[in-house]
């Protein structure tokens, strides 16, 4: 069955590039057991190029037609989601700060990234290193239904975010929604959205979600249909590398 069918826009964005991504990137390439990132993952903040990422995020949805535009923009608790949000809405004139009728990003818990348990701040190796036990069990179950310890599968963050969209559509029939999360919540939405198997959504999470991409589905009348997914044009024309 598909979901968040009566929203007249679902637009989607991951958070600009965060140290903590910079910091996973590095520990990944040298082989490292631990990511090296020291902040709580609520508190990870963005990157100087996730800043500008968001900024020209946001220079994309002011020139967006009126008609499309955002009515409602909804965004994950974690500081580089929200402060993509802030960034990205201060380049557009509709969600002018000083304006009292002016965009402003709610701030929803349920769109918080997946959260890994013991596992967090390891990287795969540091994985098989210290907990040889899970990962043999991850292999066995598979990436959508594993669970470590103290985290949450990815069918468990789906759960979250059908209570979220339910809500949402309650909230604003017929909106338009921006959406400001992570990796793992575009990916789920659009499992959710397009009603896609286990097999069909981890294919498509096998290309990673870009820092600031942007996915987009309207209602056609019937439900809401893709416009597009992970497109980070916007990223490249500005001059901020996509990524």
Request: with cysteine.
């Given at each position: ?26 520990a ?20 100087e ?46 969600a ?8 402003v990003p ?20 540091g ?5 040889p ?20 599968s ?16 309650a ?21 959710l ?11 498509i ?39």
């Amino acid at each position: 069955m598909a979901w968040v069918n009566a929203l007249q826009w679902l637009n989607l964005t991951r958070h600009g590039e965060s140290t903590g991504n910079v910091a996973n990137g590095t520990a990944l390439e040298s082989g490292a057991e631990e990511t090296g990132v020291r902040e709580r993952d609520a508190d990870v903040p963005l990157s100087e190029k996730g800043r500008a990422q968001a900024a020209a995020l946001g220079h994309r949805l002011a020139a967006l037609p009126e008609d499309e535009r955002p009515t409602m923009v909804v965004a994950s608790p974690y500081l580089r989601a929200l402060d993509t949000a802030r960034i990205a809405l201060a380049q557009t004139s509709y969600a002018a700060p000083r304006d009292p009728g002016g965009l402003v990003p709610r701030v929803d818990e349920r769109l918080r990234d997946r959260e890994q348990g013991v596992l967090e701040g390891l990287t795969p190796a540091g994985v098989r290193s210290r907990f040889p036990a899970e990962a043999e069990r991850l292999r066995r179950l598979g990436k959508f239904y594993y669970r470590p310890p103290g985290g949450e599968s990815w069918t468990d963050v789906a759960l979250r975010l059908r209570g979220f969209y339910r809500d949402l559509e309650a909230a604003a029939p017929g909106g338009r929604v921006l959406v400001v999360a992570h990796d793992a919540i575009v990916v789920l939405t659009r499992y959710l959205v397009e009603g896609l198997s286990e097999r069909e959504v981890l294919d498509i999470e096998r290309a990673p979600v870009g820092n600031a991409s942007l996915s987009r589905w309207r209602h056609d009348g019937g439900g809401l249909v893709a416009v597009c997914y992970n497109d980070v044009s916007h990223l490249t024309s500005a001059g901020s590398p996509a990524g």
